[in-house]
């Protein structure tokens, strides 16, 4: 057993946090208020294993926490967290800068020459970032195995090799195939695995179905 903590109470957070329980895990959920009633209802339905909090609780709670909050809040997110609670914990990064306040389809906040995972480790390098799951709708993130007979890719990125080897065991335990797993090198690599998402939001529209993922053939 160990003990994760999740930013974020939406589908991607309470998704993960719902599989890491299935696997024997304890997890504090955290949000910007105590009283959120979706970490509330989230943490009523696992009583010993779930537990609510603020974001800052989720980093006393483990030294691995899970980034599942809105992109372009997640600088604030973890801000509002504060630098002397960062230090040396692992933050697994899903998040992606899509930004909605123009209308559809959104932009991202940050491309090109950089990336939101960056900018989270630029800002705070006490933390080990890697980027991960950030690709594929959050269903098959914790069960890959529901489409294509599990064999299909996802990614990894981040500068430190052991924190990326640890998420490759947790990407394991959720049921990835070790062989699937892509490690595309450092956290530069995020800028492509967050400007997939256009291409993501294009193929979701013109199949109406967001259960679907890419698989490298050569
Ligand atoms: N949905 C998917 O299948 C999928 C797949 C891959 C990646 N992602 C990425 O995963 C992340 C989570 O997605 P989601 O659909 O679960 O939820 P979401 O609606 O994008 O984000 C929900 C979380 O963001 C927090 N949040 C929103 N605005 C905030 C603000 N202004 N300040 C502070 N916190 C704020 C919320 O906090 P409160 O709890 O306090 O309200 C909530 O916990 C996103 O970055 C998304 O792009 C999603």
Redesign the pocket.
């Known amino acids: 057993m160990s003990t994760f903590g999740v930013l974020?109470?939406?589908?991607?957070?309470q998704m993960i946090a719902g599989k890491l329980i299935d696997l024997g895990h304890e997890v504090l959920m955290g949000?910007?208020?105590m009283d959120?009633e979706?970490?509330l209802k989230f943490a009523g339905s696992f009583p010993g294993k779930s537990f609510n909090g603020l974001f800052a609780d989720a980093f006393q709670f483990s030294d691995i926490v899970f980034n599942?909050?809105?992109?372009v809040?997640s600088l604030?997110?973890l801000r509002s967290v504060g630098k002397e609670n960062l230090r040396d914990k692992l933050l697994i990064d899903?998040?992606?800068p899509?930004d909605f306040s123009h209308g559809m389809p959104p932009t991202l906040s940050i491309c090109n020459t950089s990336s939101l995972a960056e900018s989270i480790q630029s800002e705070f390098p006490e933390l080990k970032v890697v980027k991960a799951l950030?690709t594929?709708?959050?269903g098959i993130m914790v069960n890959p195995g529901m489409i294509g007979g599990g064999d299909h890719n996802t990614f990894v990125s981040g500068h430190d090799e052991s924190a990326k080897q640890r998420v490759k065991e947790i990407l394991v335990s959720f049921g990835w195939m070790e062989k699937n797993i892509l490690d595309l090198g450092d956290l530069t690599a995020a800028r492509g695995m967050e400007m997939y998402l256009p291409l993501w939001l294009r193929i979701w529209g013109a199949t109406k179905n967001g259960a679907f993922n890419v698989k490298i053939v050569s």
């Open positions: 974020g109470t939406g589908a991607v957070g949000s910007r208020t959120n979706k970490a599942c909050t809105h992109g809040a604030d997110v899903l998040s992606n899509l950030n594929t709708w959050c």
